[in-house]
């Protein structure tokens, strides 16, 4: 009987230990005041074109995250090329910084060639678009800065791209991209259209581009590609050939059918784009996964206004205080988006992965002024976890993703 008992106890503390060792890291919350100094340098560069100085902001709960064992370093993540990242400014643009981003890395993945091409030729466009889908609902329709990375490659059917030295989307002088009073002055003329029922498209066509012009320059109708003159279109038809029906956006969101096409349900996909495909959330990674081993980078977006994603620290990670890694899954997902502590927030690029303690980190390039603060400016490490949780959907190439392709077409 006392043998028993000593191998009873012997498997009991056997089992005990197991356990917490599978949630040994537990976060504790801090509460830190928020800082942010590369946007602070935006801010100073543009003061000519800012507003007063704000408010200091309350401050805001992170965990540790020292306490995490996170890459240390870009070159710790096998990678694909990409152009450097460079800074959206005060401009809420990110769906077309991260967007072009991708799609040059799509040129030199399949011809070699290294390109870089004016995100705000894109956003110019878009705003135009923006404006005429307002007229035609009479003002029953989204009129902000965001729209969503299928948005890009639109624009770039319908209007062509060009080389980002061909319309840079700066005045002269300018040292960042900044949108606020301009964004300001298309906002109150839009509503001001509607508070006067004046829903007539060739007059806001050629006001809301009179505002943009003044704010961003004129863009190129021609331009000069090796001594011979081409349209925005007939560089992209022409130089660029990318065919843009080889790229499909993969959402998961359990409350619609699997392996359907679906609506985005989201303010900024603001002309109520269904060309994105409901997959699980274990497709959702895998295709993830799939891809980025396979040679292909990726447009992603989500939410990053959460306690585990920090500039300072570089890196993006679900607390334990916030959900325990085990129960991250498609039900945790979609009660976060439907209580609106998932919003679509951010557009990046993802650009590599490595793979540590059983678990992927991606490296994110970023656009956005949070990411200039740590120690590898304009890049984040996001761990697994938190593209599981937070991330809404990814725009990838249909080659990388065979499986999901064949659902698309029965």
């Known amino acids: 009987m006392k043998a028993f008992s000593t191998i009873s106890l012997f498997v009991l503390l056997t089992l005990c230990g197991n356990s917490f060792s599978q949630i040994a890291h537990r976060d504790t919350a801090l509460f830190v005041q928020p ?49 450097p990242p460079i800074s959206q400014g005060n401009t809420g643009t990110c769906w077309c910084f991260s967007t072009t981003s991708f799609l040059e890395s799509e040129v030199c993945r399949l011809t070699k060639r290294e390109m870089k091409f004016s995100e705000m030729y894109t956003v110019y466009w878009e705003y135009v678009e923006k404006a005429l889908g307002y007229v035609r609902s009479r003002g029953n329709q989204e009129f902000g800065e965001g729209s969503e990375a299928n948005a890009v490659l639109r624009a770039w059917k319908d209007h062509g791209v060009v080389p980002e030295k061909d319309y840079t989307g700066l005045l002269p002088g300018q040292p960042f991209h900044d949108h606020s009073k301009m964004f300001a ?37 021609k331009i000069d590609v090796d001594g011979k003159l081409m349209t925005p ?116 690029h993802l650009i590599g992965y490595t793979h540590k303690d059983g678990k992927d980190w991606y490296l994110i390039k970023d656009s956005g002024s949070g990411s200039r603060n740590s120690t590898h400016p304009g890049y984040y490490f996001y761990s697994e976890d938190y593209v599981k949780l937070k991330m809404l959907g990814v725009m990838l190439p249909k080659s990388a993703i065979p499986e999901i392709v064949g659902e698309m077409n029965k």
């Open 185 to 221: 002055e298309l906002d109150s003329y839009l509503k001001s259209v509607k508070a006067s029922d004046a829903w007539d498209e060739g007059v806001v066509e050629s006001t809301v581009k009179s505002i943009l012009n003044h704010y961003m320059g004129v863009p190129p109708e």
């Open 35 to 83: 800082r942010n100094e590369f946007y602070d340098s935006i801010k100073a560069s543009l003061e000519k074109y800012y507003h007063p100085k704000e408010a200091s902001p309350e401050k805001v709960i992170r965990p540790d995250f020292s306490r995490y064992d996170a890459p240390k370093s870009v070159d710790d993540f096998t990678q694909y090329w990409h152009n």
């Open 233 to 348: 279109k007939e560089y992209f038809e022409d130089v660029v050939k990318l065919n843009l029906d080889d790229y499909v956006a993969l959402v998961s969101f359990s409350d619609r059918p699997y392996h359907t096409w679906v609506e985005y349900n989201v303010p900024d996909n603001w002309w109520h784009s269904k060309d994105y495909f409901n997959v699980t959330l274990g497709e959702f990674m895998g295709a993830i996964k799939h891809a980025v081993r396979s040679g292909c980078t990726m447009a992603i977006w989500g939410d990053v206004s959460e306690p585990g994603i920090d500039g300072h620290a570089g890196i993006a990670v679900v607390p334990t205080f916030d959900i325990p890694s085990q129960y991250i899954d498609a039900s945790a997902r979609i009660f976060r988006f439907y209580n609106r502590t998932t919003t679509d927030d951010h557009g990046i």
